[in-house]
């Protein structure tokens, strides 16, 4: 093969190579897919590494009393692990994550199924749709936020979501269910179009409730349960937040998407594991893991109900690396900081709302007692106090993270020396990482020996394959994408380092 053709292949450059030409090609060469699936399932991950999983499967066991459905499925489908970097970086983003999977070639971070000179990338979901198939998408975030809009829209500025919304009605997927009224309400957005009326009128039932989502019988439906990200699985669960489950959502999905004669294709995306780790937030990961668990067991209900399905879970990358540490003489104590999750009543984001910008010391500690069920000493409601008002952020160790949450998740997180009285969870920063992520196939008609370590893009090879479609997107080598990157002043899609949001 010459280099030109090995480019095309996107077997030769630097980061994009992390596979071996030999493992690229004898996937590309060899699909597992044996038979064609009417419907598809993506399930999304965002943010969740190994450890996460396991904090998530020990509290399970050992709290709750029964395995995950993730554990279940680890146990008898079809697993592997995937390589996440994007094209010029070996950390990706989750907008190059989701281009990868959805267009099966490698990005920038930054920009939707775009490449970085602005060539677009026709994603799946929307070559689904020429086929017929009915759309939906399922997310905890935003509904307009990258996993899922990758997998639909081209666009240059993941964060563009007011404009996002707008081409998702031009879209015209059957079931859009999330966060992100203001991307929508004509009293927030910037130009004040009422987008809820233009997707009233293109048939769409509408949805601000649980309970409206449940009442919604149209065959299109926009539900958008909260302004910004749907808040976290911890709040909603112990502080009564009236925002639907994830598993609630997707399980008001399938039956709308089943209906459609061609089939379907649908995203679940439990978009906030991703948030709680930038905010190094144990609990909230946690919690949305086994929120995203409820959903998952949906999906694989409806599987093996309907053979004709073919699920596909995958992490799009690891964020801040949480870790369970072992604790005590030879870690004979290594247990004890899962029991201790279950005082966690309430995320970092739920308490720091509560605070507000002037907190005190006394209102520090009763929201911790009542929010953590434990104490913080008075120096570690002072630290909490001084990250909120002075910006004084502890420790000084951590590699950029989200401030003040970074210090209340590090107060947090200091033990008594004699005892161990804190879950010992913890992390080096609130940034994603480069390491490989989970990635699994649920359903018939895969062959099994041909999964292993994958490369992210294999995901779009395997969907095409599985959905009977034949179609390539440009490759862009990552030396074209460096001088294209060099040639400009400025990168508008990149955040500049002051202002690290959740990405
Ligand atoms: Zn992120």
Same mark, same amino acid.
């Given at each position: 093969?010459?280099?030109?053709?090995?480019?095309?292949?996107?077997?030769?450059?630097?980061?994009?190579?992390?596979?071996?030409?030999?493992?690229? *090609?004898?996937?590309?060469?060899?699909?597992?897919?044996?038979?064609?699936?009417?419907?598809?399932?993506?399930?999304?991950?965002?943010?969740?590494?190994?450890?996460?999983?396991? +904090? #998530?499967?020990?509290?399970?066991?050992?709290?709750?009393?029964?395995?995950?459905?993730?554990?279940?499925? $680890?146990?008898?489908?079809? &697993?592997?692990?995937?390589?996440?970097?994007?094209?010029?970086?070996?950390?990706?983003?989750?907008?190059?994550?989701?281009?990868?999977?959805?267009?099966?070639? =490698?990005?920038?971070?930054?920009?939707?199924?775009?490449?970085?000179?602005?060539?677009?990338?026709?994603?799946?979901?929307? /070559?689904? =749709?020429?086929?017929? =198939?009915?759309?939906?998408?399922?997310?905890?975030?935003?509904?307009? @936020?990258?996993?899922?809009?990758?997998?639909?829209?081209?666009?240059?500025?993941?964060?563009?979501?007011?404009?996002?919304?707008?081409?998702?009605?031009?879209?015209?997927?059957?079931?859009? /269910?999330?966060?992100?009224?203001?991307?929508?309400?004509?009293?927030?957005?910037?130009?004040?179009?009422?987008?809820?009326?233009?997707?009233? #009128?293109?048939?769409?039932?509408?949805?601000?409730?649980?309970?409206?989502?449940?009442?919604?019988?149209?065959?299109?439906?926009?539900?958008?349960?909260?302004?910004?990200?749907?808040?976290?699985?911890?709040?909603?669960?112990?502080?009564?937040?009236?925002?639907?489950? /994830?598993?609630?959502?997707?399980?008001? #999905?399938?039956? +709308?998407?089943?209906? =459609?004669?061609?089939?379907?294709?649908?995203?679940?995306?439990?978009?906030?594991?991703? @948030?709680? &780790? @930038?905010?190094?937030?144990?609990?909230?990961?946690?919690?949305?893991?086994?929120?995203?668990?409820?959903?998952?067991?949906?999906?694989? &209900?409806?599987?093996?109900?309907?053979?004709?399905? %073919?699920?596909?879970?995958?992490?799009? @990358?690891?964020?801040?690396?949480?870790?369970?540490?072992?604790?005590?003489?030879?870690?004979?104590?290594?247990?004890?900081?899962?029991?201790?999750?279950? &005082?966690?009543?309430?995320? +970092?984001?739920?308490?720091?709302?509560? !605070?507000?910008?002037?907190?005190?010391?006394?209102?520090?500690?009763?929201?911790?007692?009542?929010?953590?069920?434990?104490? $913080?000493?008075?120096?570690?409601? *002072?630290?909490?106090?001084?990250?909120?008002?002075?910006?004084?952020?502890?420790?000084?160790?951590?590699?950029?993270?989200?401030?003040?949450?970074?210090?209340?998740?590090?107060?947090?997180?200091?033990?008594?020396?004699?005892?161990?009285?804190?879950?010992? +969870?913890?992390?080096?920063?609130?940034?994603?990482?480069?390491?490989?992520? /989970?990635?699994?196939?649920?359903?018939?008609?895969?062959?099994?020996?041909?999964?292993?370590?994958?490369?992210?893009?294999?995901?779009?090879?395997?969907?095409?394959?599985?959905?009977?479609?034949?179609?390539?997107?440009?490759?862009?080598?990552?030396?074209?994408?460096?001088?294209?990157?060099?040639?400009?002043?400025?990168?508008?899609?990149?955040?500049?380092?002051?202002? %690290?949001? !959740?990405?």
């Amino acid at each position: 093969m010459k280099r030109r053709e090995l480019i095309k292949a996107g077997v030769v450059a630097g980061v994009a190579g992390a596979l071996t030409a030999q493992a690229q *090609q004898a996937q590309a060469n060899q699909p597992p897919i044996l038979t064609r699936a009417r419907n598809l399932i993506f399930f999304a991950y965002d943010g969740m590494g190994w450890e996460d999983y396991a +904090i #998530a499967q020990f509290y399970a066991r050992r709290v709750l009393g029964k395995p995950m459905a993730l554990e279940r499925f $680890l146990s008898t489908g079809i &697993n592997g692990l995937q390589n996440t970097n994007s094209l010029t970086s070996f950390v990706t983003e989750s907008s190059a994550a989701s281009n990868a999977w959805s267009t099966g070639v =490698k990005t920038v971070n930054g920009g939707l199924a775009i490449h970085v000179d602005g060539r677009k990338l026709t994603p799946i979901f929307a /070559l689904a =749709k020429q086929q017929g =198939k009915a759309v939906g998408l399922v997310t905890t975030s935003t509904v307009t @936020h990258a996993t899922p809009a990758g997998f639909i829209v081209s666009n240059p500025d993941r964060n563009a979501e007011e404009q996002i919304a707008e081409q998702y009605l031009e879209f015209g997927a059957e079931v859009y /269910l999330g966060g992100g009224q203001r991307f929508f309400d004509p009293a927030v957005r910037r130009d004040r179009k009422d987008l809820y009326a233009e997707y009233a #009128a293109k048939g769409y039932a509408i949805a601000r409730t649980p309970a409206e989502m449940e009442a919604a019988n149209a065959s299109k439906l926009l539900g958008v349960f909260s302004t910004s990200h749907v808040p976290y699985e911890v709040d909603r669960r112990f502080q009564n937040v009236n925002v639907p489950s /994830l598993a609630a959502m997707t399980r008001k #999905a399938l039956p +709308i998407l089943a209906g =459609k004669r061609e089939g379907f294709v649908l995203q679940v995306e439990s978009a906030r594991i991703d @948030h709680a &780790n @930038h905010l190094n937030d144990a609990a909230a990961a946690m919690w949305d893991i086994l929120a995203a668990d409820e959903a998952l067991e949906v999906v694989m &209900n409806f599987v093996d109900q309907n053979p004709d399905t %073919l699920l596909i879970i995958g992490s799009d @990358h690891v964020c801040g690396a949480p870790a369970l540490y072992g604790a005590g003489s030879v870690y004979r104590a290594g247990s004890v900081g899962i029991d201790l999750l279950k &005082n966690e009543k309430g995320s +970092i984001e739920f308490m720091l709302g509560r !605070l507000g910008s002037q907190p005190t010391v006394e209102g520090v500690t009763e929201l911790y007692r009542s929010v953590k069920g434990t104490a $913080l000493s008075p120096e570690q409601a *002072q630290a909490v106090v001084a990250a909120i008002t002075q910006r004084v952020f502890l420790p000084d160790t951590v590699v950029r993270g989200i401030q003040p949450a970074n210090t209340l998740s590090w107060v947090m997180r200091q033990t008594d020396a004699a005892q161990v009285n804190r879950p010992n +969870i913890g992390w080096n920063s609130g940034q994603h990482t480069a390491g490989p992520t /989970l990635f699994g196939v649920y359903g018939r008609g895969v062959n099994s020996a041909r999964i292993g370590l994958i490369d992210n893009t294999f995901n779009f090879t395997l969907m095409t394959r599985a959905l009977g479609i034949r179609f390539q997107n440009p490759v862009m080598s990552e030396q074209e994408a460096l001088e294209v990157l060099r040639s400009r002043a400025e990168v508008p899609w990149n955040h500049p380092d002051d202002t %690290l949001a !959740l990405a």
